[in-house]
């Protein structure tokens, strides 16, 4: 089979609403810590800066929180705050918090607890209903704000309760950069802080971090929502989002047992097509395989990207990315 051709599977065809942010709440994203006073004096980071200056950096700005409420996803950027949080105020000031919704992936959660564990300190795993927001499941551009928002509006209550001045998100100083990053002015708009990005640190530096510091979630692939996989304009729902997760560890599953592995996999639900991505020296022999594409169960149409994985590869299909940013 070529890569891009399909496996066709027959069978048919076929809380609370959130004003989009103001135009004043996407400037705020972009300032350093400027709602509370964070921001390291020091500016962005030399080039000649090593990464244990860096991370000394990211400590410093820690500490000036005196405690916080980590929203931990699982990943390697939160898990960085999370780990320096822990060194810069020792575990009694610090509350990791991952959100469980039909959004979450269960092997993420698993994963979130065990690091949470390793670090010692208390992790709370708080319901969120995204999905009761009209915005989120519409799923336009903008739906991560959505997201974002009901997150913090959650976590910031419980920070209270625990006498938490801050909640902190895993946002990089790439991040910031990037064109299209709705979330972030949700995070802005609710005064989360940004220690990463206050400190001034990369993606590429973060996992430096996380390397030196001996972290096992160092290398661990960049991960997103299951929404995340869905096209804008196709409503989510909790069977979409389900779908999508069973067909991902189906082919997980189907890789594995044919002694084959790609550390990035993702299948996008198109509506009735389901399209594949995997790391890019996989998609070859993945191409080859029809049967290893008949794990991907749940959709009429099967189809390989040839491209292979690209994160935030959704996006590409927005006809004006900038009207959400």
Avoid at 234 to 259: C, F, N, T
Avoid at 301 to 324: I, K, Q, Y
Wanted: charged share 25%; hydrophobic share 40%; net charge positive.
């Amino acid at each position: 089979m070529p890569a891009g051709a399909r496996r066709s599977l027959g069978g048919r065809r076929g809380r609370r609403p959130l004003s989009p942010p103001s135009a004043s709440a996407a400037q705020a994203a972009t300032v350093c810590g400027s709602a509370t006073g964070l921001c390291h004096s020091g500016g962005v980071p030399g080039p000649t800066q090593t990464v244990t200056q860096q991370a000394e950096r990211l400590l410093a700005v820690l500490r000036g929180a005196g405690g916080l409420m980590v929203a931990f996803s699982g990943g390697v950027d939160s898990g960085v705050v999370l780990a320096g949080a822990v060194r810069a105020l020792g575990s009694t000031r610090v509350i990791a918090a991952t959100a469980v919704s039909g959004s979450l992936p269960g092997d993420e959660l698993q994963a979130a607890r065990r690091f949470a564990t390793e670090l010692g300190v208390v992790h709370l795993t708080p319901s969120t209903d995204e999905l009761a927001r009209p915005g989120y499941q519409a799923n336009d551009g903008d739906r991560c704000y959505f997201c974002k928002a009901e997150l913090l509006d959650v976590l910031r209550p419980l920070a209270d309760e625990h006498d938490l001045p801050f909640v902190a998100t895993g946002t990089n100083a790439d991040d910031l950069k990037a064109g299209f990053r709705p979330g972030i002015r949700a995070a802005a708009e609710r005064n989360a802080i940004t220690p990463l990005a206050d400190a001034g640190l990369t993606k590429d530096v973060v996992r430096q971090i996380a390397r030196d510091w001996s972290l096992s979630l160092w290398d661990k692939p960049a991960s997103a929502c299951l929404s995340s996989r869905i096209a804008f304009g196709i409503k989510i729902s909790p069977a979409r989002l389900a779908r999508v997760e069973r067909a991902e560890r189906g082919l997980r599953s189907a890789l594995r047992m044919a002694g084959l592995r790609s550390e990035n996999l993702r299948v996008r639900d198109l509506g009735d097509i389901a399209r594949v991505e995997v790391d890019a020296e996989l998609t070859p022999t993945l191409a080859t395989r029809p049967d290893l594409l008949a794990a991907v169960i749940g959709f009429d149409c099967v189809e390989l990207d040839p491209a292979g994985f690209r994160s935030g590869a959704m996006n590409e299909l927005l006809t004006d990315p900038a009207r959400f940013r």
